[in-house]
């Protein structure tokens, strides 16, 4: 039977629209004191750092007391040769490229996943909630050391690929670099970063979809629509905050992933979280490795700020 | 109101049974729908006239029974094949699509060209009225506008049925009257046969030219809504429809015009008699409207009359409703038209009033 409660078309009433008094303020602010002192704070020196000269074991003050005046010793030579260095430039790329490939991997297989979860039966939805929310309840490192066993000669996902005959088609694609060699590729690693952070994909999928107001659908169907059209036209477009939101919550931290491309992947692999990694423990050079961290900050700005126009604009819209 | 219905069923739903479980949502309903009519389906929250509205767009399949478009059975068939389309209780507009987009989505399906769209959407918006609205978005217009959207939509394909899921359910009291009246116009200068469904007496005896009651999965009546009203065919149908005084009775003597009949209080009530029902008489109802009350016993008080006791008397605006007292201990319900301002003849309460009514208000009912 339909029940008597309206599509959520009108705009919020007045009463409706919450009021931020005094109280709500304080509140509010203090996730804005935690982002100042632990996020733009430490942006701040790590930008100050980049700039600095290194000495033997800190780097040197930017700030100087000399010849009695206050002289700025800085030095945007890293910057320069971020740009010049290939090694550089093609690990920022491949970043990107990785973080583009898993996120486009945990829509596809996400998406279905949180379809079918949002149509199950009202009483399943919770199981199937705590079942994708299982693995966080065991430490990230071991399941990637799960994973690593699992794709080593000794491993059964190895045997099955292997014993398919999948691995000579997925050398001859790129994916890994001779057939039988599955561990320390490009395969493993992007396996293991959809394994990850597929769950980040699915959690706002669902939540956009659960909220689907199924007579859209059947309005459509009742206008012609097939329902795979309905589902293009329809489904995909309504459920638009829920894929940006997933999205970014994949894409973002794969950019400046360490743990997975340094147990899973190879050297072809190399991304910017690694050289980071190396300039600082490696080479003790400080003001590069910032700089490469202020780079990469700026890469994830970019998509950042695109997703709150977006969201900001969903704001005046429909809820 | 559109014309009396000729020969030939346009619409035929034929034995349709629905059972969830078990329960029988729609038991065994039969209806005929003629072409460019407005039927109403009239009945309370649970009686099955939604799901049988769902049945026909093609959103549930009936569990027996055939529904006739034409002479073609619909059941079997998806929704997006039926010719006919609906107009949802809550709109159901896409959000994501523009008022413009939104009346052009089923054309855009039928694979028209995108001119053809453009000028054929403009037209229904023009219909509607709301042409200057096409490029905003459906969060961003008021009730009534979303419901011409709505309906500018369900025309756009120009089914052959159009089916109204409580169409002025969602619309204030002053609005809906307005909207009822354009509601009619524009479907009947389309021209096309529309099924409504609704719980609201006015919207169904208003709107439509034809109706039936519904309960509990069953048809009760079918008839024009003054068929309905002033010959229900049951006790049910007199107490569904409006209000009703209900006087058992017991049959004294019949001729071929007239049906003699004693109740509690009136020893002889005199009633013209209607088409043959079948059974034994044993109800006489009486619409509140038709008794005439005065202070002053009628002429011939033994036929029709009975004297009460003023017990209630509620000023309704138009009308007063008054509760009469009889020696039996039942109350007769009348309502008395405010015809003057200054109604100074007008029995007040606890004052002693005569009830009385011609022989062609009462109705005969025989279950």
Redesign the interface.
């Known amino acids: 039977m339909s029940t008597t409660h309206p599509t959520n078309n009108a705009p919020t009433p007045a009463h409706k629209r919450v009021r931020t008094g005094r109280g709500g303020r304080w509140v509010v602010g203090v996730p804005y004191v935690w982002l100042v002192a632990f996020f733009l704070l430490p942006f701040i020196v790590v930008l100050k750092i980049s700039v600095s000269e290194m000495g033997t074991v800190h780097p040197k003050d930017l700030l100087v007391w000399k010849d009695g005046g206050l002289q700025v010793m800085g030095d945007l030579g890293h910057f320069a040769a971020m740009a010049a260095d290939p090694i550089y430039l093609g690990s920022a790329l491949r970043s990107v490229q990785y973080a583009a490939i898993t996120t486009v991997l945990c829509l596809a297989i996400g998406y279905p996943f949180a379809y079918f979860m949002a149509r199950a039966r009202k009483s399943v939805q919770p199981l199937l909630l705590m079942l994708v929310m299982l693995p966080f309840w065991i430490s990230f490192l071991l399941r990637a050391y799960a994973w690593k066993g699992l794709l080593s000669p000794e491993g059964w996902a190895h045997d099955l690929i292997v014993g398919l005959g999948l691995d000579t088609l997925m050398a001859w694609l790129g994916m890994i670099p001779a057939p039988g060699q599955l561990m320390n590729t490009p395969f493993s690693l992007v396996v293991g970063m959809v394994y990850t952070y597929l769950p980040f994909m699915i959690l706002p999928l669902y939540g956009t979809l659960s909220k689907l107001d199924l007579r859209l659908l059947e309005a459509a169907q009742d206008l012609g629509a097939t329902p795979w059209v309905t589902f293009w036209r329809v489904t995909v477009p309504m459920s638009q905050a829920g894929i940006i939101a997933g999205s970014m919550l994949v894409f973002i931290p794969c950019i400046g992933e360490y743990v997975i491309p340094e147990l899973l992947g190879g050297p072809e692999t190399l991304m910017i979280g690694r050289v980071i990694w190396d300039e600082l423990f490696f080479n003790n050079d400080w003001p590069r490795a910032s700089a490469l961290a202020v780079v990469m900050i700026l890469m994830v700005i970019v998509p950042l700020a695109l997703f709150r126009k977006y969201q900001a604009e969903a704001q005046e819209g429909p809820r | 109101m559109s014309p009396q219905p000729t020969v030939g069923a346009f619409l035929r739903v034929e034995e349709v049974v629905k059972s969830f479980d078990g329960t029988l949502a729609v038991d065994r309903v039969n209806l005929e729908l003629t072409q460019g009519e407005i039927f109403a389906l009239l009945g309370s929250?649970?009686c099955g006239k939604?799901?049988l509205l769902?049945m026909v767009?093609?959103?549930e399949q009936p569990t027996s029974g055939r529904l006739l478009l034409e002479g073609r059975d619909l059941v079997g068939l998806?929704?997006?094949e039926r010719p006919l389309?609906?107009m949802?209780?809550?709109?159901?507009?896409?959000?994501?699509l523009s008022v413009q987009d939104n009346v052009g989505?089923?054309l855009k399906?039928?694979g028209m060209p995108s001119a053809e769209i453009a000028t054929r959407v403009e037209a229904l918006l023009k219909l509607v009225q709301l042409s200057r609205l096409a490029q905003r978005?459906?969060?961003?217009?008021s009730?009534g506008q979303?419901q011409r959207v709505a309906l500018a939509?369900?025309l756009?394909?120009q089914p052959k049925l159009l089916l109204l899921?409580?169409p002025l359910?969602?619309l204030d009291r002053k609005l809906r009257e307005e909207t009822r009246i354009e509601l009619v116009h524009i479907i009947q200068q389309v021209g096309v046969t529309c099924l409504m469904v609704t719980h609201d007496q006015e919207e169904a005896m208003t709107m439509a030219s034809r109706m039936a009651v519904m309960h509990e999965g069953r048809i009760l009546q079918i008839g024009t809504p003054d068929e309905i009203y002033e010959r229900p065919s049951s006790r049910f149908v007199a107490d569904f429809i409006g209000n009703v005084n209900l006087l058992d009775a017991r049959v004294q003597s019949t001729t071929e015009q007239h049906w003699s009949l004693s109740t509690a209080d009136v020893p002889h009530v005199l009633a013209e008699r209607g088409p043959a029902t079948a059974g034994t008489p044993n109800c006489v109802a009486l619409r509140p409207e038709k008794i005439h009350l005065s202070r002053q016993p009628p002429e011939q008080p033994q036929v029709n009359a009975v004297k009460g006791v003023v017990r209630e008397k509620a000023y309704c605006g138009s009308f007063t409703q008054y509760h009469l007292g009889l020696p039996s201990g039942a109350v007769l319900k009348a309502a008395l038209t405010n015809v003057d301002r200054t109604a100074q003849s007008d029995p007040a309460l606890g004052e002693e009033a005569w009830a009385h009514w011609s022989s062609t208000a009462p109705v005969v009912l025989t279950r």
Do not use: C, I, V, W
């Not at chain 2, 949802?88 to 994501?96: D, G, I, M, N, V």
């Open positions: 929250s649970g939604t799901t769902r767009a093609g959103f998806p929704p997006y389309n609906m949802f209780q809550s709109y159901a507009l896409f959000p994501h989505f089923g399906r039928a978005k459906p969060h961003q217009l009730g979303q939509r369900s756009a394909r899921d409580e359910g969602a």
